[in-house]
């Protein structure tokens, strides 16, 4: 079964730190570019960062460049996202999922909840 | 940024009838528009990418249409279990950019 497993969420203070690991199995995770999603109720869906394969390529949004990395270890099926900084505005349920390829993000994990606040 | 506005913001039609969301984009970004269902508390599926390629599995009452800066979803035919959230996305350029969303009720 393909599969996308967050973990690393939870509750943290402002200027906080936390990593979160999306952890693939059920397809050739090397094969596919990879993202961080995030969901709140206010501002909707709003994407984060997307890795490459090889990570040769990096794309950060605007509002986490600077405080987010986004890395991928392909020998071990995970996607990572280090979180510095943060702040109470990152407050959101963190997907990670899967590129098609042109195709829009076909596979999504279950998400994880981060919650910024003192 | 390539800003997507969604129209209606919420519609509420019987089961049976025919729905059509809209897409709009600040620049035109070809095709690369992808379609996604989101029910309470669930992850959102991709419906469509492509601007008109059905994901496999997806229902074939889903369809798309749609190029450059203006894109429908269509559900021919509303059953009960599409009620629900749906967002368009455009991967045109980074960064990637998702509608506000359309929430679909079921009368």
């Known amino acids: 079964e393909v599969q996308l497993v967050e973990s690393g969420g939870g509750l943290v203070k402002p200027g906080g730190s936390l990593r979160l690991s999306c952890t693939a199995s059920?397809?050739?995770?090397?094969?596919?570019?990879m993202n961080w999603v995030r969901q709140t109720p206010e501002k909707g869906l709003e994407w984060i960062s997307s890795?490459?394969?090889?990570?040769?390529?990096?794309f950060y949004a605007d509002s986490v460049k600077g405080r987010f990395t986004i890395s991928r270890d392909n020998a071990n099926n995970s996607l990572i996202l280090q979180m510095n900084n943060l702040g109470v505005d990152d407050t959101a349920i963190y997907y990670c999922?899967?590129?098609?390829?042109?195709?829009?993000?076909?596979?999504w994990g279950q998400g994880t909840m981060v919650t910024v606040s003192s | 940024d390539i800003q997507l506005t969604q129209s209606p913001s919420t519609l509420s039609k019987s089961v049976g009838d025919r729905v059509t969301i809209t897409c709009r984009a600040s620049?035109?970004?070809?095709?690369?528009l992808a379609w996604y269902q989101q029910k309470p508390g669930k992850v959102p599926r991709l419906l469509i990418y492509?601007?008109?390629t059905l994901e496999n599995g997806v229902p074939s009452r889903f369809s798309g249409s749609g190029s450059g800066t203006e894109f429908t979803l269509t559900i021919s035919s509303l059953q009960p279990d599409d009620s629900a959230t749906y967002f368009c996305?455009?991967?045109?350029?980074?960064?990637?950019?998702f509608g506000g969303g359309t929430k679909v009720e079921i009368k």
């Open positions: 999922a899967r590129g098609k390829g042109r195709g829009g993000l076909d596979v």
């Open positions: 059920g397809f050739t995770f090397s094969a596919h570019g």
């Open positions: 890795i490459t394969t090889t990570s040769a390529y990096i």
């Open positions: 620049q035109s970004i070809s095709t690369w």
């Open positions: 492509k601007a008109s």
């Open positions: 996305q455009q991967y045109d350029n980074y960064p990637l950019t």
